[in-house]
Every structure is written in C-alpha cells, then in structure tokens.
T-cell receptor, first 118, second 114 residues
Framework: DGGITQSPKYLFRKEGQNVTLSCEQN?????MYWYRQDPGQGLRLIYY???????QKGDIAEGYSVSREKKESFPLTVTSAQKNPTAFYLC?????????????????FGEGSRLTVL | SQKIEQNSEALNIQEGKTATLTCNYT??????LQWYRQDPGRGPVFLLL???NEKEKRKERLKVTFDTTLKQSLFHITASQPADSATYLC?????????????WGLGTSLAVNP
C-alpha cells in the first residue's frame, strides 16, 4: 500500500544532541512537508519541499535542517540550536509541485514521531 | 490579526445523533477549506475539501458547509458512531500567486457515547 512512513515513532534525546527524523513516501508525490504539533497550538510548518533538491523554510525553521536528495525522502534534523524541541513531528506529502494543475493542497500525513528531550 | 477558531471545548454526543463542529476565521480569503480527522498519537487524515465557490459538500455521513460571508464552515457527522470519536481539524488553504499556504485550527475533540 502507498503511504508515508516516519521513523522512529518515539525518540529521546539529551540536550545538545542532534537527531534526525526519517520520512519516506511511495506515493510519487512531489511536495513534502514537516510540521510540528504542540498542545494548544495548531500545526506549524517547519520546512517544505516542492521538488527534489529544493526546499523552503516554513514559519518555524530555526534550529532545524532538511535535505531532499530523493523524491521519496525528506529527513528532518533537529539540531541542538532548537530551544524547545520536545514535540510531535509530522511529515506530509501532496501531489504536484508549484504551478501544476493540482492546487487543492490535500495533505497525506505519516504517523508522526514524538521527540522528547531529557 | 488573522486567526482561525474551532470549538475549544470537547463535544460529547450520544450515538446516532448528528455532531456539528464549527470553524470560524477572520481576515482570510481562503481558496479552499479542508477538514481532517486526527486520532491520539497519529497523523491527521484528510476527510473533505470545499472550495470558496461551493456552499455544501457531502461524503457518506459527512457534510461540510462553507459560508464565505460569515467566514464559517460547519462540519456535520450524521448518525454518529463511537468510532467517530477523534479530534477534527479544519485548515484554510490560502493563495498568494503560485504559492499556497495551509493555516490550521487547533481542532475540536469529539466523543460519541454508546
């Protein structure tokens, strides 16, 4: 079945460590996204990528980095510079890069990764 | 300021009744409005989309209305079942040239009691 796979589901990190969250999709979607979800706040966009080898900062990119070397993969690194990294992280994808005919923005989400900083 | 609001209090209803959730927004002119379902500890799942020029959209037991004058969308689940218990998120898709941005509400928790 096609879908988005995030790993790990749970991750614990010591302060000062970088961690990388994996996101893989086999939906043949061009666009991929990373969101962060915190209690009492709506989903906030960290980074997004419309096409391979290109990505853009979202609303809260500070302390995070991404890469998009393959269409299927969009890993997120939470660096030690992120001041409050404990959160639920969601990866998503959608059909079509900017400028194509599909413009409705329906997102397909992974199951999420919960990061806890000890 | 621009904002999107959903019922902040959890909604508890009896099985078989119709659940109605609201999504209000200010200072936006969305191209589309989307509804998602999210279960605890899982990613949201897309349910329905309604365009700015549509008044109503249905899918099985789900119905969404969109009033751009009132800046409000209503999400109805008819003949509700305990399995419908979840958090429901609304999201506005804004257009800016070729760019698009989703703005998310906080979600409303629905509990359907048997």
């Amino acid at each position: 079945d096609g879908g988005i796979t995030q790993s790990p589901k749970y991750l614990f990190r010591k302060e000062g460590q970088n961690v990388t969250l994996s996101c893989e999709q086999n939906l043949n979607h061009d666009a991929m996204y990373w969101y962060r979800q915190d209690p009492g706040q709506g989903l906030r966009l960290i980074y997004y990528s419309q096409i391979v080898n290109d990505f853009q900062k979202g609303d809260i990119a500070e302390g995070y980095s991404v890469s998009r070397e393959k269409k299927e993969s969009f890993p997120l690194t939470v660096t030690s510079a992120q001041k409050n990294p404990t959160a639920f992280y969601l990866c998503a994808s959608s059909i079509g890069p900017r400028g194509t005919g599909v413009k409705t923005g329906e997102l397909f989400f992974g199951e999420g990764s919960r990061l806890t900083v000890l | 300021s621009q904002k999107i609001e959903q019922n902040s209090e959890a909604l508890n209803i009896q099985e078989g009744k119709t659940a109605t959730l609201t999504c209000n927004y200010t200072n936006y002119s969305p191209a589309y409005l989307q509804w998602y379902r999210q279960d605890p500890g899982r990613g949201p799942v897309f349910l329905l989309l309604i365009r700015e020029n549509e008044k109503e959209k249905r899918k099985e037991r789900l119905k969404v209305t969109f009033d751009t004058t009132l800046k409000q969308s209503l999400f109805h689940i008819t003949a509700s079942q305990p399995a419908d218990s979840a958090t429901y998120l609304c999201a506005l898709l804004l257009r800016a040239g070729n760019n698009r941005k989703l703005i998310w509400g906080l979600g409303t928790s629905l509990a359907v009691n048997p």
